[in-house]
C-alpha cells in the first residue's frame, strides 16, 4: 500500500448515512469501500453556498458602480469560469479515490507541501469569511454577544468536519431542502419590497474596470473548490459517470453562486456589513426573521464543515503527521480567532482583502495539475488510471514548485485589492486580470519544465510510505 501508518488511514464510510467518524484520512480509497451515485454531488455542492458570504460578495458590484444586468452579467460569468475547473477536478475522485490536495503529489512530489500549506491556511480564511455572518445571525437571533455567536457555529462546524465524508453528504442533503426554503422567502420579500438598482455611476474605462473586477470576485468564490473537489466525490465507485459527475457539481455551484450573487445585487442597499440585520429588518422580525437568521448561522456551519474536513486533508498532505479528525478540529479553532479579527473593525475592507488574497494562489495550482494529468493521461494511452502505480512515479518538486511561485509573481500586477492595486490593474481602471494571469502562466512555465525531466522517475512505492506529504 502506498500510505500504511495509522494517522494517514483509519476507519471509512461503508454507505449512505454510516455517521461513525470518518479516521481515514489521505490514503487512497480502495474500490471496496466505495458507495453513493453521482448526483449526491449536486446537493454537496448547492448547499454550501447557499451563504451570506455569496450575497455580500454579490453587492459588489452596485459598490463599483454597475447597474444591475450589467452587474449580474459579470458575476454570472466569472462564476461560470471558477466552477468549470473546479466540477472537473471533482471527476477524479471516483477515479483515483484519493482527496484534491493528496493527488496533488503525483505534480509537485515532495514540494506538495507548498500547496498543502496554502490550501490549509485558506481554509481557516475561508472559516473566518463565512463564519462571521453566521456568528452574527446567531449572536443576533439569541441576544448573545458576537464572540458566543461565532464560538457556537465553529464549534458545530468542527463536529462535523470530523465525523467527516459521509456527515457532510447528509447534511449538504437536508440543508439543500432547508436553506433553499430561507432563501427563496428571501428572494420573494426583496423582489414584492425592494426596488431593482437599474441604474450605476460607472461609465467608459471606469465601468470595464468595474465589471472585470465584479466577475473576478465571483469567479474567486468559485474557483476556491478547485482544491477540495474530488475531496467529496473519492468514495464514488470507479464505474460512476464522469460526464454526470461534471454536470451535477457544475449545476450545483453555478445555481447556488448564481442566485445569492443576484440577492445581494438586488439587495446591496441593505446587505452592507450587517447582513444579518439586513435580513431580519427584511423578513419582518417575527417567525421569518428568526428563521432567516438561524437559516444564515446554518449555512455557515454548512459550509465551514467542507472547509475543516479539506482543510485535514491539506495538512495531512503538507507532511504533518496528524489523525484527520483532529486536524479539522484545529482548522475551526484557528478560524474563530481569525474570525473575531475581521469583527474588530472595518469588517467590509476586511472581507474584501481576504476574500481576493485567499484564493490567488488557486488558479496556478489548477493549471499545473491540469497539464501534469493530461501528460499522465497520454502515457497511459487510454488505459484506465492506476493510482498506486502513479503514486509511486511522482515528479521532481521543482518543475512545479517553480511554475507555481512564478505564476504568482506574474499575477501581483493585475492584482486590485484594497490594500494593494497592480499598475498594470490601476492602467486599467480596476479591472483584475491576475486569476487568468495566473493560470495561462502556470501552464506556459510548467508545461516545458516538466517535459524536460524523465517522466516516472525511480521512485519506490515505499519512499512515499515513509512521507506521505513529502515524497519525491
Not at 479516521?23 to 451563504?51: C, D, M, Q
Not at 472537473?88 to 482527496?99: D, E, R
Not at 464572540?147 to 465524508?165: D, E, K, P, S, T
Request: charge should be neutral; glycine fraction near 12%.
Amino acid at each position: 500500500m502506498i500510505i500504511e501508518e495509522s494517522a494517514f488511514r483509519g476507519r471509512m464510510p461503508a454507505r449512505p448515512g454510516d455517521l461513525a467518524v470518518e479516521r481515514h484520512g489521505i490514503g487512497p480509497v480502495p474500490e471496496s469501500n466505495r458507495y453513493g451515485k453521482a448526483a449526491r454531488l449536486f446537493t454537496v455542492w448547492f448547499a454550501p453556498n447557499l451563504t451570506m458570504t455569496g450575497v455580500f460578495s454579490g453587492t459588489v458590484g452596485v459598490s463599483l458602480g454597475l447597474d444591475f444586468l450589467t452587474a449580474l452579467t459579470a458575476m454570472v460569468l466569472g462564476t461560470f469560469v471558477g466552477a468549470v475547473p473546479a466540477a472537473y477536478l471533482g471527476t477524479w475522485g471516483s477515479q483515483t479515490g484519493t482527496g484534491q490536495l493528496p493527488l496533488s503529489r503525483l505534480a509537485f512530489g515532495r514540494g506538495v507541501a507548498l500547496p498543502g500549506i496554502m490550501q490549509w491556511l485558506s481554509s481557516v480564511a475561508w472559516d473566518a469569511l463565512i463564519g462571521l455572518f453566521g456568528g452574527e445571525a446567531l449572536a443576533q437571533l439569541l441576544g448573545w454577544p458576537f464572540w458566543l455567536g461565532a464560538l457556537v457555529v465553529l464549534l458545530l462546524q468542527g463536529v462535523v468536519g470530523v465525523f467527516g465524508y459521509e456527515a457532510l453528504h447528509q447534511l449538504q442533503t437536508v440543508m439543500t431542502f432547508v436553506l433553499g426554503a430561507a432563501f427563496v422567502v428571501l428572494s420573494v420579500r426583496l423582489l414584492s419590497g425592494v426596488p431593482l438598482p437599474v441604474s450605476g455611476s460607472a461609465h467608459g474605462a471606469d465601468r470595464f474596470g468595474a465589471f472585470v473586477l465584479t466577475s473576478t470576485v465571483a469567479l474567486s468564490l468559485a474557483l476556491s473548490w478547485a482544491p477540495y473537489a474530488s475531496d467529496f466525490s473519492r468514495y464514488l465507485p470507479r464505474t460512476t459517470s464522469r460526464p454526470r459527475m461534471f454536470w451535477y457539481s457544475l449545476l450545483g455551484m453555478v445555481l447556488s453562486f448564481a442566485w445569492v450573487q443576484a440577492l445581494g445585487l438586488w439587495g446591496a442597499g441593505l446587505f452592507t456589513d450587517q447582513t444579518a440585520a439586513g435580513v431580519h429588518g427584511l423578513l419582518g422580525g417575527g417567525f421569518l426573521g428568526a428563521f432567516g437568521l438561524l437559516a444564515i448561522a446554518a449555512a455557515a456551519v454548512c459550509s465551514n464543515a467542507m472547509n475543516d474536513y479539506s482543510g485535514s486533508l491539506a495538512l495531512q498532505t503538507a507532511g504533518i503527521r496528524v489523525p484527520r479528525p483532529l486536524a479539522a478540529a484545529a482548522a475551526a479553532v484557528l478560524g474563530f480567532l481569525l474570525v473575531l479579527w475581521m469583527h474588530a473593525a472595518d469588517t467590509a475592507l476586511r472581507f474584501q482583502n481576504l476574500l481576493l488574497f485567499v484564493g490567488y494562489w488557486t488558479p496556478g495550482f489548477v493549471g499545473i495539475v491540469l497539464v501534469d494529468a493530461w501528460l499522465r493521461a497520454k502515457a497511459r494511452r487510454g488505459a484506465p488510471i492506476d493510482i498506486e502505480a502513479e503514486f509511486g512515479r511522482p515528479q521532481p518538486w521543482w518543475p512545479a514548485c517553480v511554475a507555481f511561485v512564478v505564476a504568482f509573481a506574474a499575477a501581483v500586477p493585475f492584482m486590485d485589492t484594497t490594500l494593494f492595486v497592480g499598475p498594470i490593474a490601476a492602467a486599467l481602471h480596476g479591472a483584475d486580470f491576475a486569476y487568468y494571469i495566473a493560470f495561462l502562466v502556470s501552464v506556459a512555465v510548467y508545461a516545458p519544465l516538466r517535459l524536460l525531466v524523465r517522466a516516472g522517475r525511480p521512485e519506490t512505492p515505499e519512499s512515499v510510505v515513509a512521507a506521505p506529504g513529502t515524497s519525491g
